[in-house]
């Protein structure tokens, strides 16, 4: 492993008092074939104050992990965490009801075992380059399984979460034994606070490159029963003819393993690729309530109607309830509202492409804000996408005129900015009072429309507006 070389100085320091190992994600994702972000190490054989004492020369040791034997430190822009070997015990509920004891003489196997998957129990030795691996971990991350380390996996119910977003990063499978233990511990859900519960969806939503593995591991650990939203949809059928892939929940994790594979989406920073994941996760939830198995043309079909609109109440609850912030659901709540906008637009026989009319255009963008068209088309494609083998010219078409529209009407990324402000009517002689909304909302409406595209133009438009009312506005004048 490449270590920056100004924490290799580092460890080559701490080795002279102790024995320092490079532990837990860096380990992993090395062995992954990704690039480590994170250094950690322990060092063994050494107490809290010797181990300061070598690093005060490198910088200023922050000391607020003392009692759990960390001392981080900040060099280059980058901050390590060196910590000593330690013994943690169950004290109580939770993710912190532990009692936890730094050992300095803890054995390799005995440091590693206290972590929660063997993947995440692999050590590496940076001056002799040996990985150290009493626990199996190489050989679970060759076979894609994620295991547990030791019996003690159960005393924090965190880990299933972790488990959870692991899944999904690495695309793993949860091993039998380990899915059996989580089973045991179903009902400690209610222990964990919800900001750490927050902590792991938010990983699962930004990090993962096979979302669907996540939604299995709750489903095999009972723990999709704290989710209801996303467990309704098991089982709900959906019709053959434009569903080949079986029930909601399938088609869900279709969709987003689809949408991790967007390059709009993998290109993307991590408050974007947040609410595009979320966004396709809930984007039916609403089909539980409306899905019916009734007639249309003659036959009888699955059919959920009005699911776009139902959909918007479940979302927010279910963000609300893992703790999301509430302007994630201010961006997440319009593209579930809106995915089966594409739908609307107009098939012409004279045409190869639907027609959405510029109105409808503008309108959409400003009903998304603070989304965009161009999001709602990502979540589209994954939404077309999650349907396989069924494959429809005709819909892809229609998210891509709808698209080119948007860019073509400059909305693709943003509302359509007002043009007509309060200040221009201040400056036709109006005074500010009740009359302002109404004349603003009309102004708004007309810029919609296509009355005006341009700030000469609405300038103009007004004039004549207020010219045609100028017998209802007592302000003026």
Request: net charge neutral; hydrophobic share 40%; with cysteine.
């Amino acid at each position: 492993m490449q270590l920056p070389h100004e924490l290799l100085a580092i460890v080559r320091a701490v080795h002279a008092v102790g024995r320092p190992r490079l532990v837990g994600g860096c380990v992993r994702d090395w062995l992954l074939g990704l690039e480590p972000k994170d250094f950690d190490l322990e060092v063994a054989g050494t107490d809290y104050e010797t181990l300061v004492r070598i690093l005060a020369p490198f910088g200023e040791p922050d000391l607020v992990g003392r009692s759990f034997g960390i001392v981080k430190l900040r060099l280059a822009g980058a901050e390590y965490d060196f910590s000593l070997p330690r013994r943690e015990s169950k004290t109580g509920a939770g993710h912190r009801g532990f009692a936890v004891v730094p050992d300095p003489a803890l054995s390799e196997a005995e440091a590693a075992a206290r972590r929660d998957f063997t993947i995440n129990a692999i050590a590496y030795d940076p001056l002799a380059h040996a990985i150290i691996d009493p626990h199996g971990g190489q050989a679970d991350l060759r076979a894609r399984v994620l295991r547990h380390t030791s019996a003690a996996f159960v005393e924090d119910p965190l880990r299933v979460l972790r488990a959870m977003q692991f899944a999904a990063r690495f695309d793993l499978t949860l091993a039998p034994a380990t899915a059996a233990l989580c089973r045991g511990i179903v009902d400690s859900y209610h222990e964990l606070a919800v900001e750490r519960v927050w902590g792991e969806w938010e990983k699962w939503a930004v990090k993962s490159t096979v979302p669907s593995r996540g939604l299995v591991v709750l489903e095999q650990t009972g723990w999709l029963k704290h989710f209801p939203e996303i467990a309704a949809m098991a089982g709900v059928p959906q019709e053959p003819e434009w569903h080949p892939e079986g029930d909601v929940l399938t088609h869900i994790k279709l969709c987003l393993d689809a949408l991790a594979r967007l390059p709009e989406w993998r290109e993307s920073g991590a408050p974007r690729r947040r609410y595009l994941m979320f966004a396709v996760l809930a984007h039916d939830f609403g089909k539980p309530s409306t899905t019916v198995h009734t007639e249309r043309r003659g036959t009888l079909r699955w059919l959920s109607p009005g699911h776009e609109e139902a959909s918007g109440p479940p979302a927010e609850a279910f963000l609300h309830r893992i703790g999301a912030p509430l302007d994630l659901i201010d961006w997440v709540r319009p593209l579930v509202l809106h995915h089966l906008a594409h739908h609307r637009g107009q098939s012409r026989p004279d045409r190869d492409q639907p027609e959405f009319s510029d109105s409808a255009v503008r309108r959409l963008a400003r009903k998304l804000t603070p989304a965009t068209i161009d999001d709602l088309c990502t979540v589209m494609w994954a939404d077309h996408l999650g349907r396989p083998p069924y494959v429809s010219h005709e819909t892809e078409t229609r998210i891509q005129a709808l698209r080119d529209q948007a860019h073509a009407l400059a909305v693709r990324d943003a509302a359509p900015r007002p043009l007509i402000l309060g200040r221009h009517l201040l400056e036709l002689g109006l005074r500010p009072g009740p009359d302002f909304k109404p004349i603003l909302n009309a102004c708004s409406e007309a810029q919609l429309e296509g009355a005006f595209t341009d700030e000469a133009g609405g300038r103009a438009w007004l004039k004549e507006y207020l010219h045609r009312r100028q017998d209802q506005l007592p302000g003026r004048p």
